[in-house]
């Protein structure tokens, strides 16, 4: 697995609308919310997850747990979600968890790094859904030099390699630019192996 590889356009229209009618069946059973985190602020992006792990951040800190809040355990992945899954990275080790990311027309995520998974051989898949996303990514150590990239919908990103430990972020969306969705927002379903 190289480093950063983005296909825009990876799925067509009518994929894209399958795509957002499982991700609200998703959320009909794990119903999104914002999670605290360890500062005591709650997040802006709204998120749930599928698989048997989905990600969770409260005051106790962040991590992979079992079940939603509600105590529920997380929906499976859908077959259209592994499928993507299947064809970017086919070498790859079979996703246990899909967080599902939704940005309000506010919301945003700071620079971070993916570094809770256990075996960070494994690479990251990315897809956008709705409005367009002002994507930001820097290197593994803070404060370095950063790249912007726009992710629309129905692009794919695939990291691996060496850009799995590079700092990431949304610095914005673009409310309205895509009719994807019943009204302004997007969604990003992130898909990795976390045991
Ligand atoms: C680059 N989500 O949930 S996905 C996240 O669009 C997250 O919702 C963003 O960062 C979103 O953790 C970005 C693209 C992404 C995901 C994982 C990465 C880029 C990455 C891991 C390493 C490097
Ligand atoms: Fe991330």
């Not at 590889?5 to 959320?27: C, F, K, M, N, T």
């Not at 009909?28 to 998120?47: D, E």
């Not at 990251?124 to 030099?145: C, H, K, N, W």
Request: proline content about 8%.
């Amino acid at each position: 697995m190289r480093g950063l590889l983005h296909y825009p356009g990876w799925l067509s229209s009518d994929e894209q609308r399958a795509l957002a009618e499982d991700v609200r069946q998703i959320a009909v059973r794990a119903p999104l919310f914002s999670p605290i985190t360890p500062s005591g602020k709650a997040m802006s992006v709204r998120m749930t997850s599928a698989g048997r792990f989905g990600w969770t951040a409260d005051r106790q800190g962040y991590r992979y747990a079992p079940a939603h809040p509600s105590g529920l355990p997380w929906p499976a992945i859908p077959e259209s979600v592994l499928a993507i899954w299947r064809a970017v990275v086919p070498e790859a080790r079979a996703p246990e968890s899909c967080l599902v990311n939704f940005y309000g027309p506010e919301a945003r995520m700071g620079l971070h790094q993916d570094r809770d998974e256990r075996d960070l051989s494994q690479p990251v898949v990315s897809i956008s859904l709705g409005d367009d996303a002002l994507f930001r990514i820097g290197s593994e150590t803070r404060g370095g030099p950063s790249q912007s990239l726009w992710l629309r919908s129905g692009d794919v990103l695939v990291m691996g390699g060496e850009a799995r430990l590079l700092h990431h972020g949304i610095d914005r969306i673009a409310p309205g630019s895509s009719m994807l969705l019943r009204g302004p927002g997007r969604i990003n379903l992130t898909l990795r192996v976390v045991s």
